[in-house]
């Protein structure tokens, strides 16, 4: 069975804490994605990583940052948060596009509330 | 800009088919369009996908409109487990940019 799992499903935060959310993948997948979900927003993309070392910003990546150093693993961090960082944060894989659409798994989420 | 839009909520009773509707008129020819849904506590799982035809497979059916500037996901019968958010999704083609629109949650009424 595939699984995303993400390190928390809760976390609660101090303003202008750095913050990890990591993501880990058992699927051997190239590709894998940040997204952030908000009420009435939908997911909005925050960074793609083509594979291990390589990323590309999303349609929001201000106040964020990735690290790819294992294929595994994908973490998103906060280098500052704030409280318009508080949300549901979603991480997704998939493997590689060869042309075709290919399924993304996403993991249960992470709510991290800032305050 | 590419843009999805769907209905916020829809009911069904149970055991009755349901009709997702969903609008995706900058579309360009060879973004597939994805359907996921997200049951309670849970991150969004596959629906189904298409590009021109119509398509089926166990868990629904998607009917593309000839222009393919909309789409209708079809829940033939809708059970309560079936109840979660609905989300239509643009790929834009041969990238890694999927478009969700804002989700239509679904109550099915025993």
């Known amino acids: 069975d595939v699984k995303v799992t993400q390190s928390s499903r809760y976390l609660v935060k101090r303003t202008g804490e750095k913050v990890f959310l990591e993501c880990v993948q058992d699927?051997?997948?190239?590709?894998m994605f940040w997204y952030r979900q908000d009420p009435g927003l939908g997911l909005r993309l925050i960074y793609f990583s083509y594979d291990v070392k390589m990323k590309e910003k999303g349609d929001i990546p201000e106040g964020y940052s990735v690290s790819r150093e294992k294929k595994e693993r994908f973490s998103l961090i906060l280098e500052s948060a704030s409280t318009n960082q508080t949300s549901m944060y979603l991480c997704?894989?998939?493997?590689?596009?060869?042309?075709?659409?290919?399924?993304?798994?996403f993991g249960p989420g992470t709510r991290l509330l800032v305050l | 800009d590419a843009k999805t839009t769907q209905p916020n909520s829809m009911e069904s009773n149970e055991e009755e088919p349901v009709h997702l509707p969903c609008n995706h008129s900058t579309i360009s020819g060879t973004d597939y369009i994805h359907w996921y849904r997200q049951l309670p506590s849970q991150g969004p799982e596959y629906v189904i996908h298409?590009?021109?035809s119509n398509v089926n497979n166990r868990m629904a059916s998607l009917a593309i409109a000839e222009d393919r500037k909309s789409s209708t996901l079809i829940l033939h019968r809708a059970t309560l487990r079936d109840a979660a958010v609905y989300y239509c999704?643009?790929?834009?083609?041969?990238?890694?940019?999927?478009?969700f629109g804002t989700g239509t949650r679904l109550k099915v009424l025993a």
């Open positions: 997704a894989s998939r493997v590689k596009w060869q042309g075709a659409p290919e399924t993304q798994y």
């Open positions: 699927m051997d997948h190239e590709n």
């Open positions: 999704i643009q790929h834009l083609s041969g990238t890694y940019k999927y478009i």
């Open positions: 298409g590009l021109t």
